[in-house]
Nanobody, 121 residues
């Protein structure tokens, strides 16, 4: 069983910063890509940022230059530093991990339950 647990969400004024954290736990053999998504009501979830084990990073155009994704492989963790936050960044943020669990023969994508980020104007 693998779990992804996010933390660090909250309420912040426009222009402020937040740091999201996500840790994977359980019977983990290996973690490949890790990413942050945010939920957009009525349309497909938006990929905010992703990072591979070799630190290949992608950002959504809407956050590039303001958000920074990083990972700590030793802790099975991924982080999202969010600076210069805007009201339109308000959303539920989910972390995901492409994980090989020791009970499985292939990598599966695991999701956290989400953390709320609210940016006031």
């Amino acid at each position: 069983q693998v779990q992804m647990v996010e933390s660090g969400g909250g309420l912040v004024q426009a222009g402020g910063s937040l740091r999201l954290s996500c840790a994977a736990s359980g019977s983990i053999v290996d973690i490949n890509r890790m990413a942050w998504y945010r939920q957009c009501a009525g349309i497909q979830c938006e990929l905010v940022a992703s990072i591979t084990p070799k630190d290949t990073i992608n950002y959504a155009d809407s956050v590039r230059g303001r958000f920074t994704i990083s990972r700590d492989s030793a802790k099975n963790a991924v982080y999202l530093q969010m600076n210069s936050l805007k009201p339109e960044d308000t959303n539920v943020y989910y972390c995901t991990g492409l994980i090989l669990a020791d009970s499985r023969g292939n990598y599966d994508n695991y999701w956290g339950t989400g953390t709320q980020v609210t940016v006031s104007s």
